[in-house]
C-alpha cells in the first residue's frame, strides 16, 4: 500500500485547510472519551470553542494531556476481497496539552480568527467581549504532530 509519512510542514497546511476534528480526552474513570468539534489551527496551536461546562473540560481539568485527530477519506478502493482494498485518506494527528484560556481579549481574538477561516471571505458580524464571555475557549499546544497518507500508486 502506497502509505507516506507527512512532513511536519505537510501535516500543518493540512490541520490549516480542514474544519473538523475529533478530540480524545482521559476520564476521571480511566476511560477514553472522543467528540468530533470544529477548530482552528492558528501560531502552531489548536483552537475550538465549547459551552463552558461539560463532560470534555471536565477531562482536561483531570488530565490536560490530549489527542486531536483530523482526517479525510479521498477514495475507496474497492477490489475483489478485503485484502485487496484500500482506503485513500490523509491523516493527523496532535498529541498535547490542553488548557481553558480565560483573558477575554484572548478568547475574542481566537473567535474572531475561528469565524475568519470558516467564513472563508464571506462577510460575519464581528465578534465582541459579551460573545465570546458565553463560551470556553479551550488551546491545545502540540508536544507532537504525525500525519500519514494512503495515496494512489503513480
Not at 461546562?53 to 475507496?76: A, E, M, S
Request: net charge positive.
Amino acid at each position: 500500500m502506497p502509505k507516506i509519512v507527512m512532513t511536519l510542514p505537510e501535516a500543518e497546511i493540512f490541520l490549516e485547510s480542514n474544519f473538523i476534528g475529533q478530540l480524545s480526552t482521559i476520564g476521571k474513570e480511566g476511560y477514553p472519551y472522543t467528540v468530533p468539534l470544529d477548530y482552528v489551527y492558528w501560531e502552531k496551536k489548536i483552537y475550538f470553542h465549547c459551552a463552558p461546562k461539560g463532560q470534555k473540560l471536565l477531562n482536561i481539568i483531570h488530565n490536560p494531556r490530549v489527542c486531536f485527530t483530523v482526517y479525510r477519506v479521498d477514495k475507496i478502493d474497492l477490489k475483489e476481497t478485503p485484502c485487496k482494498s484500500a482506503t485513500r485518506y490523509h491523516c493527523v494527528q496532535v498529541f498535547g496539552t490542553a488548557r481553558c484560556l480565560d483573558p477575554l481579549p484572548l478568547k475574542t481574538k481566537i473567535l474572531q480568527v475561528f469565524m475568519e477561516h470558516f467564513a472563508a471571505g464571506r462577510p460575519f458580524h464581528p465578534i465582541t467581549d459579551e460573545m465570546a464571555a458565553t463560551c470556553a475557549i479551550v488551546e491545545i499546544r502540540p508536544d507532537r504532530i504525525s500525519g500519514k497518507k494512503n495515496i494512489e500508486p503513480e
